[in-house]
């Protein structure tokens, strides 16, 4: 069962527009929410994150997008450089598991921006 | 500052072959986690730990041990390698409470390869 989906693959944008990548979650005790960005042969790293209290959360070039009743969120990059090429994946977790920190991982999206 | 680290980079097993990855970080954080990587899956967790000397159960344990036994150390440990095991693990640490703790920093990852 697939708690935190990212039905979009991959997706390839032009540098300079705007990337929006997108997250849907099934459990209703998610709490917090946040994005991951991963090169090959790396570890992900960091990118952004949101709590449920708030809908929005930017960062620079980066926006989460929190939509509580829909159960979704989304990240807009803006604008889209070469460098963001990478995959991001998106997690999950809820302070309902009693211990803080137990990620849930979606799948990943893989974003080429094209020159 | 090191960040988190991980030992070896790569490693290939033979079916039956025990070994240990190990996971460092230098950071002071109480939440130590072990994942693993393959296609089309995300990232599931293994095992992980929210203090020295303290494990417990992620979503996919089984064929996996760890041990906690200092605060900036984490291993992983598999008695009998199965080809279902081939994949690629990080490590992850993070303080686990407070605003930020939620919040996971990855290592490079050890790609592993079980004949």
């Known amino acids: 069962d697939q708690q935190v989906k990212q039905n979009s693959p991959s997706l390839s944008v032009q540098e300079g527009r705007i990337s929006i990548l997108n997250c849907d979650y099934t459990?209703?005790?998610?709490?917090?929410f946040l994005w991951y960005k991963k090169y090959p042969a790396e570890g992900p790293t960091f990118l952004i994150s949101i709590s449920s209290i708030k809908d929005k959360n930017e960062d620079g070039r980066f926006t989460v997008f929190l939509n509580k009743s829909a159960k979704h969120l989304s990240l807009h990059i803006v604008p889209s450089q070469p460098g963001d090429s990478a995959v991001y994946f998106c997690a999950a977790s809820g302070s309902y598991t009693g211990t803080a920190s137990k990620l849930t991982f979606g799948t990943g999206t893989r974003l080429q921006v094209t020159l | 500052n090191a960040g988190v680290t991980q030992t070896p980079k790569f490693r290939v097993l033979k079916t039956g072959q025990s070994m240990t990855l190990l996971c460092a970080q230098d950071?002071?954080?109480?939440?130590m986690y072990w994942y693993r990587q393959d296609p089309g899956m995300g990232l599931r967790l293994i095992h992980y730990?929210?203090?020295?000397?303290?494990?417990a159960k992620g979503e996919v344990p089984d064929g996996y041990n760890v041990s906690r036994l200092k605060k900036q150390n984490f291993l992983l440990g598999l008695e009998s390698a199965a080809p279902s095991q081939t994949s690629v693990y990080f490590c992850a640490s993070s303080f686990g409470v407070g605003a930020r703790g939620e919040t996971q920093y990855f290592g490079p990852g050890t790609r592993l390869l079980v004949l």
């Open positions: 730990s929210v203090g020295e000397g303290t494990t």
């Open positions: 459990n209703s005790m998610f709490d917090y």
């Open positions: 950071m002071n954080h109480e939440y």
